[in-house]
């Protein structure tokens, strides 16, 4: 080879190093920004998600991807009959709607990939119960992490609702993700209705019921049975929730040990006994003194009916 030749093939080597340097760098924004006028058309169209099969799939998680990418992986499909995909739907769409009214909603999107149009990417991701929900983080970008790993939402320690995915999502992102959640006009009018009807209700009824509502004896028994509640421990063991009773070796115990602890039945063997009292000290003051028969008073006074004894407690 002459030097002449080795010259000239340097240079086509050299010009076509340059064409393909500048066409893989302007390919990759167009790339990009195919994607994402996809992805946009999408979810206008679907009001805030993209529906995605094995290809839109593939297509929208690779490089280049400078957004985040949310999956639920779902089977709506009837002859499946997956009753957390129904009841998880609606709750996916509404935050991604809700995230369609936010700042920059083109750094997450919002996919659901249905089992009957996305078999391989089920079997891609060793799936095979439904939902699934994964987030892609994204992978370049000013919101790209070290991380490229996607992470899997725990349905059973996190819930299906709303609020719930969204404070997951929230924590990935670093921002706010809103639930805006259209109110239930039919709810409102039907307790708007009721709210009616029971006013209505006490105001014809109110005559009838306002001598009860105005006796003495209403409230003393109302106050008598939530100082009752409260004096024997219900309020304790309403937060505490302790066992009503347990048994050791064959035998029940009925009290707990020591004075930090109490057993549901011990409260109420405690009201009891408070409410027996309650009950012998309101006859003492409202009952004996009205007695007809002086025997009988002097008797539930004392128990003594022929003595002669003073009674101890004396009624004013
Ligand atoms: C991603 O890249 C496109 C194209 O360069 C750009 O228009 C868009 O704003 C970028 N998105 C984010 C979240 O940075």
């Given at each position: 080879m002459t030097v002449k030749k080795f010259v000239l093939f340097f240079l086509v080597c050299l010009i076509f190093a340059t064409i393909r340097i500048q066409y893989s760098s302007a390919a990759k924004p167009l790339l990009l920004e195919r994607k994402l006028h996809k992805l946009n058309e999408q979810v206008r169209k679907h009001d805030g998600f993209v529906e995605l099969d094995s290809d839109l799939f593939d297509e929208f998680l690779a490089k280049p991807r400078n957004y985040s990418f949310v999956v639920l992986l779902t089977a709506l499909d009837s002859s499946i009959n997956c009753h957390p995909c129904r009841e998880f739907d609606p709750e996916f769409r509404l935050v991604a709607k809700s995230w369609q009214?936010?700042?920059?909603?083109?750094?997450l999107f919002f996919g659901i990939l249905d089992y009957k149009n996305g078999r391989e990417i089920y079997n891609k991701l060793k799936q095979n119960t439904a939902p699934s929900l994964w987030y892609y983080p994204a992978l370049?970008?000013?919101?790209?992490?070290d991380v490229s790993e996607p992470d899997k939402y725990d349905f059973s320690s996190k819930g299906f609702r709303a609020e719930e995915f969204a404070s997951y999502l929230s924590s990935h992102l670093g921002v706010q993700v809103p639930v805006k959640r259209p109110p239930n006009y039919f709810m409102l009018m039907l307790s708007v209705f009721f709210l009616t009807g029971a006013l209505a209700a006490i105001k014809l009824l109110f005559p009838l019921v306002r001598g009860i509502f105005e006796s003495k004896n209403t409230w003393a028994a109302i106050s008598l049975v939530i100082i009752l509640m409260m004096i024997s421990g219900h309020m304790w063991n309403h937060i505490r929730t302790p066992p009503y009773v347990t048994s050791n070796g064959g035998h029940i115990n009925y009290i707990a040990g020591g004075f930090q602890n109490q057993y549901g039945l011990e409260s109420q063997i405690v009201a009891i006994m408070y409410g027996t009292c309650a009950f012998s000290i309101v006859s003492l003051t409202v009952a004996v003194p009205k007695m007809e028969d002086r025997m009988k008073q002097r008797f539930a006074l004392d128990g003594n009916p022929s003595g002669n004894v003073q009674p101890h407690i004396r009624v004013v």
């Open positions: 009214k936010t700042d920059n909603p083109s750094r370049e970008g000013p919101f790209a992490k």
